[in-house]
């Protein structure tokens, strides 16, 4: 009884390698080492330390090359490897990395893309791109609280520059810069020499501030978290929920293979009868 190497076998074999923690592990380490290359460059360094960058960022360069093309090559739908929105974002970094850094034209280029290998990390710890995933499909719901965040803002601004325009010409002079104040008010950068120096013409003028600062720092960042902690519960539901489909799919084909050789078992004894 003989055994057919087919495609199918080899795909997964190659997923295998690919999805391998010892795989992954070193692709890490080499992203993690072309950060502390591109840092190193960043400093005054002898001419032969230099040179020994050069070569290992050219070696780094060609490892990315190598892995691209292999994760390439372990996809079973090839159409597909570029749908993939993180697929398509290391593609382009790696082609990107090629750029030779001696073009005076592209140089720019190529040393910008060279410092986005780092963002390379996000897309291979599943982790990682869990948390950006989750982060940008909550910014719909961030951006609401945002606009509301704004609309209070402006309301605000908009009696600080009635009020206190009279006080403080620089902080309070028109609507733009009392929004900008109150961004200082809501980082707490020294907030507190705002607020006393209107409470000096304004002695309740603390009730304008503790308001402004427990509906922006208090209750808009807690809806903001509250917003991202959702669609994070969101995302891993769908993936349990995906991960029991599949499951329930592969225990599907694996019966059906099952099923398929008891059959041409069945048929080879009935021919042998």
């Known amino acids: 009884m003989s055994v057919d190497i087919t495609p199918t076998s080899s795909f997964d074999q190659l997923k295998r390698i690919e999805s391998s923690k010892v795989f992954q592990g070193v692709v890490i380490a080499i992203i993690i080492l072309s950060a502390l290359t591109i840092g190193a460059k960043t400093y005054e360094l002898p001419p032969l330390v230099e040179q020994t960058l050069t070569v290992l960022d050219n070696a780094i360069t060609l490892f990315f090359l190598v892995e691209i093309l292999f994760r390439f090559a372990a996809c079973p739908v090839k159409r597909r490897f570029l749908m993939d929105g993180w697929n398509?974002?290391?593609?382009?970094v790696v082609i990107g990395s090629l750029i030779p850094l001696d073009n005076s034209e592209a140089v720019l280029l190529g040393r910008l893309l060279r410092v986005?290998?780092?963002?390379?990390?996000?897309?291979?710890?599943?982790?990682?791109?869990?948390?950006?995933?989750s982060l940008l499909k909550a910014i719909p719901r961030m951006g609401y609280i945002a606009l509301l965040m704004f609309i209070i803002f402006y309301i605000y601004a908009a009696m600080?520059?009635?009020f206190f325009a009279s006080v403080d010409?620089?902080?309070?002079?028109?609507?733009?810069i009392s929004m900008l104040t109150l961004f200082r008010v809501a980082t707490f950068e020294d907030?507190?020499?705002?607020?006393?120096?209107?409470?000096?013409?304004?002695p309740l003028s603390w009730i304008y501030y503790l308001t402004f600062i427990f509906l922006t720092a208090f209750v808009f960042l807690n809806m903001m978290i509250g917003a991202i902690l959702e669609v994070m519960s969101e995302e891993q539901n769908a993936k349990q929920a995906q991960k029991a489909h599949d499951e329930r799919d592969e225990i599907a084909r694996q019966l059906q293979a099952v099923q398929e050789q008891l059959q041409e078992?069945?048929?080879q004894v009935s021919e042998k009868r």
Not at 88 to 92: A, E, G, I
Not at 116 to 133: A, T
Not at 169 to 176: K, R
Request: aromatic fraction near 14%; avoid cysteine.
């Open 88 to 92: 398509l974002f290391d593609t382009l």
């Open 116 to 133: 986005f290998r780092v963002l390379r990390l996000v897309s291979v710890v599943p982790e990682l791109r869990f948390l950006i995933n």
């Open 160 to 162: 600080g520059s009635m």
């Open 169 to 176: 010409e620089v902080l309070w002079g028109d609507v733009a």
């Open 191 to 202: 907030w507190t020499d705002v607020m006393y120096a209107t409470m000096e013409a304004y």
């Open 265 to 267: 078992l069945t048929k």
